[in-house]
């Protein structure tokens, strides 16, 4: 499906935000002054950003002052372990009551996060824009429900680690014409310090539930924990099977009670709330 982006060729370096010299107008009408104010207003971000310790001040600081820079309605924060990438998301918005409902139709529907995480990857990881109706999302139930908040465009970026892996991926659900080149940009400037004051919240989140680590390794057997490290190492019923020398149906209602006793619906999502409470430990 079509894929926009307003960023330069994946060859070439960001451009810098064009400053006008003192007093001259801009082509789209801003001035040197209104520069500076938004220079200002990078410089806060980056400094309320080094603030953030915890999930509350993430939320506080990413639609209050980050919303002076980029414009959205949902901003979806999305951790990528391992290859296969399992994937653990998370929600923020002023626009609904319940993000965490968004976060989890995010990972409900297991072809949106590999899909963008492919469309970045593609684009040299460069950020990407994109229309909803134009976007790899399809209409499924995140597509549509982003579409209800009016949030018609999607800005992807992310960052990874030397050897190319993504490590976390943050899209933006913004309102239509709200997103472009100056918004693109901005996503590369930030993300760096998205994934810091992010991550530090996760981090944050487990010091907290170090009891639940102990109470989710009593909860699965050691032959459910075997299966659910090779589940996270991408391998199949039948592979784990041959490997533990088990018939993939016994895998398969082995796979069952992992999902029922972790409260999750789906293999990816296992491995996401395992990696949370720690009982895999890659």
Not at 87 to 93: E, M, V
Not at 104 to 112: E, K
Not at 136 to 162: K, S
Not at 201 to 219: E, F, I, M
Request: charge should be positive; proline fraction near 6%; glycine fraction near 6%.
């Amino acid at each position: 499906m079509p894929i926009t982006t307003t960023t330069t060729p994946a060859q070439s370096a960001p451009q810098p935000l064009p400053i006008a010299p003192a007093g001259a107008p801009k082509d789209d009408g801003r001035t040197a002054a209104t520069d500076f104010l938004q220079i200002e207003s990078i410089v806060l971000n980056l400094d309320a950003s080094l603030r953030v310790h915890a999930r509350a001040h993430f939320f506080s600081w990413t639609q209050g002052l980050l919303q002076s820079l980029i414009r959205h309605e949902l901003l979806v924060c999305t951790l990528c372990h391992g290859k296969p990438p399992a994937f653990r998301a998370d929600g923020f918005s002023m626009t609904t009551p319940d993000p965490a409902m968004f976060s989890d139709m995010f990972l409900r529907d297991t072809a949106v996060a590999p899909a963008l995480l492919k469309a970045w990857e593609e684009r040299r990881y460069q950020p990407v824009v994109m229309d909803t109706a134009a976007s790899p999302l399809g209409n499924g139930a995140f597509a549509r429900e982003i579409e209800r908040l009016g949030a018609t465009q999607l800005l992807v970026h992310g960052v990874h680690d030397a050897d190319g892996r993504a490590v976390t991926l943050f899209t933006f659900a913004c309102r239509s014409g709200s997103i472009g080149p100056r918004q693109a940009y901005l996503a590369q400037l930030l993300a760096p310090s998205l994934h810091s004051a992010w991550v530090r919240t996760q981090l944050a989140q487990r010091s907290q539930s170090g009891n639940d680590k102990a109470s989710g390794q009593s909860v699965l057997t050691v032959r459910e924990q075997d299966i659910l490290k090779w589940i996270y190492l991408g391998k199949s019923n039948f592979e784990i099977g041959a490997i533990l020398k088990i018939s993939p149906l016994t895998v398969k209602n082995h796979v069952q009670k992992i999902l029922r006793k972790l409260n999750v619906v789906n293999r990816t999502q296992a491995i996401g709330k395992a990696l949370e409470l720690r009982i895999l430990n890659p």
